[in-house]
T-cell receptor, first 115, second 112 residues
Framework: DSGVTQTPKHLITATGQRVTLRCSPR?????VYWYQQSLDQGLQFLIQYYNGEERAKGNILERFSAQQFPDLHSELNLSSLELGDSALYFC??????????????FGPGTRLTVL | QQQVKQSPQSLIVQKGGISIINCAYE??????FPWYQQFPGKGPALLIAIRPDVSEKKEGRFTISFNKSAKQFSLHIMDSQPGDSATYFC???????????FGTGTRLTVIP
C-alpha cells in the first residue's frame, strides 16, 4: 500500500458527461501528480500541483482540469467526456516538487469507462 | 513524441533466468531514471532508480545499467521468479520539472 488513496475505483459514464476523480496524497506529501494510462498512449503525465498551486502541465486536454485543496487532496475534473477518455487515471504524490529523484508514490487508480 | 523508448514490448523468461529490459532517451536534461513495476489492477510502484553520475546500481536481484554517452539504460533482473511477472516501466525526469516521462512498458512473464 503506497499510502495514496483514490476514489472511486471504477466509474462508468456516458459520452458528454462530467466526472470528478479524487486523490488523497500520502501524509506529508505536498506534491500531487495526475497520470493517464491507456492502451494506445501508455502512461502520460497530465498535471502537477504543489501545495495548492499548479506546478507543471503535460498532455492535459482543455476539457480536463484539476485543483489541489488546502488539505492537499486533489480532484481531477473531466468534462464533455468522449469514448477515447476511457482509461486508468492515476494520482501520485511526492514530498516536494522540482527535485528529480523525489520518489513518486502512485495510488491504485480510477478506471474510467465512457460508453 | 515518445521521450523514452522501451523494448521489448513483452518478454518471456524461464525461472532462474535473466530478464533484460532496455530504454533510451534523447533529452539530456533528464537526470533521474526510475524503474516502476506494475501488477494487474495496481498502480506503478518504484522498483529501483539511478542518477547519471553512476553507471550501475544494484538492489538485490535488480540492477540498473546506465550509459550516459549512449543515452541508454537497462534493467536486469537476475534469477527471475514467477512473482516477478508484471509490467515494467522505465521513466525519466529532470530537476525543475520532476514529472515522469514513461516508456511504453514491458510485460514480463516468468515461466516456472
Amino acid at each position: 500500500d503506497s499510502g495514496v488513496t483514490q476514489t472511486p475505483k471504477h466509474l462508468i459514464t456516458a459520452t458528454g458527461q462530467r466526472v470528478t476523480l479524487r486523490c488523497s496524497p500520502r501524509s506529508g506529501d505536498l506534491s500531487v501528480y495526475w497520470y493517464q494510462q491507456s492502451l494506445d498512449q501508455g502512461l502520460q503525465f497530465l498535471i502537477q500541483y504543489y501545495n495548492g498551486e499548479e506546478r507543471a502541465k503535460g498532455n492535459i486536454l482543455e476539457r480536463f482540469s484539476a485543483q489541489q485543496f488546502p488539505d492537499l487532496h486533489s480532484e481531477l475534473n473531466l468534462s464533455s467526456l468522449e469514448l477515447g477518455d476511457s482509461a486508468l487515471y492515476f494520482c501520485a504524490s511526492s514530498v516536494v516538487a522540482g527535485l528529480a529523484g523525489d520518489t513518486q508514490y502512485f495510488g491504485p487508480g480510477t478506471r474510467l469507462t465512457v460508453l | 513524441q515518445q521521450q523514452v523508448k522501451q523494448s521489448p514490448q513483452s518478454l518471456i523468461v524461464q525461472k532462474g533466468g535473466i530478464s533484460i529490459i532496455n530504454c533510451a532517451y534523447e533529452n539530456t536534461a533528464f537526470d533521474y531514471f526510475p524503474w516502476y513495476q506494475q501488477f494487474p489492477g495496481k498502480g506503478p510502484a518504484l522498483l529501483i532508480a539511478i542518477r547519471p553520475d553512476v553507471s550501475e546500481k544494484k538492489e538485490g536481484r535488480f540492477t540498473i545499467s546506465f550509459n550516459k554517452s549512449a543515452k541508454q539504460f537497462s534493467l536486469h533482473i537476475m534469477d527471475s521468479q514467477p512473482g516477478d511477472s508484471a509490467t515494467y516501466f522505465c521513466a525519466a525526469s529532470g530537476t525543475g520539472a520532476n514529472n515522469l516521462f514513461f516508456g511504453t512498458g514491458t510485460r514480463l512473464t516468468v515461466i516456472p
